[in-house]
T-cell receptor, first 114, second 118 residues
Framework: AQSVTQLDSHVSVSEGTPVLLRCNYS??????LFWYVQHPNKGLQLLLK??????LVKGINGFEAEFKKSETSFHLTKPSAHMSDAAEYFC????????????FGAGTRLTVKP | NAGVTQTPKFQVLKTGQSMTLQCAQD?????MYWYRQDPGMGLRLIYY???????DKGEVPNGYNVSRLNKREFSLRLESAAPSQTSVYFC?????????????????FGSGTRLTVV
């Protein structure tokens, strides 16, 4: 079965500095990969998705992620953090495009310091 | 506003009580899902409904039942609540037709129900 590991439970950056949230996945098939963001007391919002097209995926709010098959990674980056980026981020994998079996990582809490 | 609506937002139950969490979406999505979120564990799928009239178990279905009442509504029922069911519950839906659903379109999530069982 597919699985995903988010390598950091908490990341802290200063406003204006780069963000890197790390995600490794395990999949028996060609995976689909997603990043979701959850602001406090809110539902989850889709940031970006990879579904076997371009390996560099651009999402909302300046975030992007690169699919690296050789490293089984799908890290999320942003060049310059903003205070409003403070939230919980979830990496999600599905290796069965014809059913609904998606697996969530445990989450990474991003703190942005002024 | 278009989206996924969950009720109630908060609930406290005593062990052994029953309750139903309601979820409705107005985006004409085919698929709907119920997840629970626990600290350090991400979201885990309880049940899902790929289309109106069908439901299937997810990763953690024990202690829960669901009903896909129509295309818009998907409810989650706890028949006899236990403290282990204390969690935040999220309903989600996804668009598309046929089999390429959540993996192409992603999910739209509700704002969650925070349930405490004492």
């Amino acid at each position: 079965a597919q699985s995903v590991t988010q390598l950091d439970s908490h990341v802290s950056v200063s406003e204006g500095t780069p963000v890197l949230l790390r995600c490794n996945y395990s999949s028996s098939y060609s995976p689909s990969l997603f990043w979701y963001v959850q602001h406090p007391n809110k539902g989850l919002q889709l940031l970006l998705k990879y579904t076997s097209a371009a390996t560099l995926v651009k999402g909302i709010n300046g975030f992007e992620a690169e699919f690296k098959k050789s490293e089984t990674s799908f890290h999320l980056t942003k060049p310059s953090a903003h205070m409003s980026d403070a939230a919980e981020y979830f990496c999600v994998v599905s290796d069965r495009p014809h059913n609904n079996d998606m697996r969530f990582g445990a989450g990474t809490r991003l703190t942005v310091k002024p | 506003n278009a989206g996924v609506t969950q009720t109630p937002k908060f609930q406290v139950l005593k062990t052994g009580q029953s309750m139903t969490l309601q979820c409705a979406q107005d985006m004409n999505h085919n698929s709907m899902y119920w997840y629970r979120q626990d600290p350090g564990m991400g979201l885990r799928l309880i049940y899902y409904s790929a289309s109106e009239g069908t439901t299937d178990k997810g990763e953690v279905p024990n202690g829960y039942n669901v009903s896909r009442l129509n295309k818009r509504e998907f409810s989650l029922r706890l028949e006899s609540a236990a403290p282990s069911q204390t969690s935040v519950y999220f309903c989600a839906s996804s668009g598309g037709t046929g089999k390429l659903q959540s993996t192409v379109y992603g999910y739209t999530f509700g704002s969650g129900t925070r349930l405490t069982v004492v």
